[in-house]
């Protein structure tokens, strides 16, 4: 600092990087970027967990370490380019004092061993809100009033940001903890990239903003993330049509495969809430029209066919009564294919058969 006496010789940023086509980047992402020309220094810090594409059993037990990383701007940017993403930096404005003890801490902090990948708690866009907290004095930094959608849960708000209905759907049946924390101040619920800006785009370092001068483009968004032609809810209209036609054409094959992929879902999803650490599993409500019991009890199906046939349509009267933020109407609908599919087997598919088979006998007399 005696050699570099210039207020702004270490820069820091925010750097917003826009969502994804992939699933863990449905969010985008939010990162630091600390800056020191005269030293030819310039890294950007996060936390990164290992990759999920290499890793995708030890994700879904719960197993997966994350960890601050300190990587080179330009190595950093590789990857968004590649994927067509945007990436913007937002100059903070604070004393080069809180920028070299945020410098300083975030050194710490790569140092610090792995932890447990925390998507909720330990997030990108809660994490640098955290960093820029920590190294400002809290008394000389003061919010904005609150926008309205604060008042919502965290996982409210980060579900109501996911545009693809896919990775929606997908996010809505793995994840289901209800991660409420009423009881969290404000700055404890940021969860989306897009959030944290907005927020400290209202957030001021004594008398001055706190994001100073215009944005710097890193990247270039080159396109932005796409609507699936073929949405959910397509697809379990399209399962429950099969459900139906089975019901009175009896394929075998078509039984297989729906009762199959029924006893699959429950496996998953009986694993993720009872035996799996993966954050927001702790319940689901999937877990009561698809649960492995009709499948394990196969040899009485005729039996259970038709309870379970009912627990599936009051579940399904109780999510359209009381809506719940994991449950999507392409559930509703999958749970229904689900319910028609279990009386495939049932007297009452008899009954109506014999039914069908008088009226056609009289028709033709």
């Known amino acids: 600092m005696e050699a570099h006496s210039a207020e702004d010789f270490v820069k820091a940023y925010v750097v917003i990087?826009?969502?994804?086509?992939?699933?863990?980047?449905?969010?985008?992402?939010a990162a630091l970027r600390l800056e020191?020309?005269?030293?030819?220094?310039?890294?950007?810090?996060?936390?990164?967990?290992?990759?999920?594409?290499?890793?995708?059993?030890?994700?879904?037990?719960g197993k997966l370490l994350m960890r601050v990383s300190a990587v080179p701007t330009k190595e950093y940017l590789r990857p968004y380019s590649k994927e067509g993403r945007g990436v913007v930096a937002y100059e903070l404005d604070l004393?080069?004092?809180?920028?070299?003890?945020?410098?300083?801490?975030?050194?710490?902090?790569?140092?610090?061993?792995?932890v447990p990948y925390d998507y909720m708690n330990r997030g990108c866009a809660i994490s640098v809100s955290r960093w820029i907290r920590e190294a400002v004095d809290a008394d000389s930094l003061s919010f904005a009033p609150w926008p309205k959608k604060f008042l919502r849960t965290r996982k409210e708000m980060g579900y109501d940001s996911i545009r693809n209905e896919w990775t929606n759907f997908v996010l809505t049946t793995i994840t289901s903890g209800d991660a409420e924390y009423d009881g969290l101040p404000y700055a404890e619920r940021i969860t989306v990239p897009a959030e944290l800006l907005e927020v400290l785009q209202g957030a001021a370092y004594g008398h001055h903003p706190l994001l100073e001068g215009k944005p710097v483009v890193m990247l270039i968004k080159k396109h932005e993330v796409g609507t699936p032609l073929v949405s959910p809810l397509y697809v379990t209209l399209l399962i429950l049509l099969m459900a139906l036609c089975n019901l009175y054409f009896h394929c075998r094959y078509v039984r297989w495969l729906?009762?199959?992929?029924?006893?699959?879902?429950?496996?998953?999803?009986?694993y993720l809430v009872v035996l799996s650490d993966l954050p927001c599993t702790q319940w689901n409500w999937l877990?009561?029209?698809?649960?492995?019991?009709?499948?394990?009890?196969?040899?009485?199906?005729?039996?259970?066919?038709?309870?379970?046939?009912?627990v599936c349509v009051l579940w399904i009267m109780g999510m359209m009564a009381c809506p719940h933020v994991i449950v999507t109407p392409a559930h509703c609908v999958l749970v229904m294919a689900m319910a028609v599919a279990s009386l495939e087997l049932s007297p009452l598919c008899s009954s109506l058969e014999k039914w069908m088979g008088s009226m056609i006998n009289g028709t033709e007399r």
Not at 17 to 29: D, F, M, R, T, W
Not at 36 to 49: N, V
Request: with cysteine; glycine share 6%.
């Open 287 to 310: 877990l009561v029209p698809f649960n492995p019991v009709p499948l394990v009890l196969w040899h009485w199906r005729e039996r259970i066919s038709i309870p379970y046939a009912i």
């Open 36 to 61: 020191c020309s005269a030293y030819g220094l310039d890294y950007i810090y996060s936390y990164e967990g290992e990759d999920t594409r290499d890793n995708i059993l030890r994700f879904f037990a």
């Open 17 to 29: 990087a826009s969502p994804g086509e992939i699933l863990y980047s449905a969010l985008g992402h």
């Open 95 to 114: 004393p080069i004092r809180v920028k070299q003890r945020l410098w300083q801490q975030m050194d710490e902090r790569v140092l610090e061993s792995p």
């Open 258 to 270: 729906l009762w199959g992929g029924q006893f699959l879902v429950s496996l998953f999803i009986t």
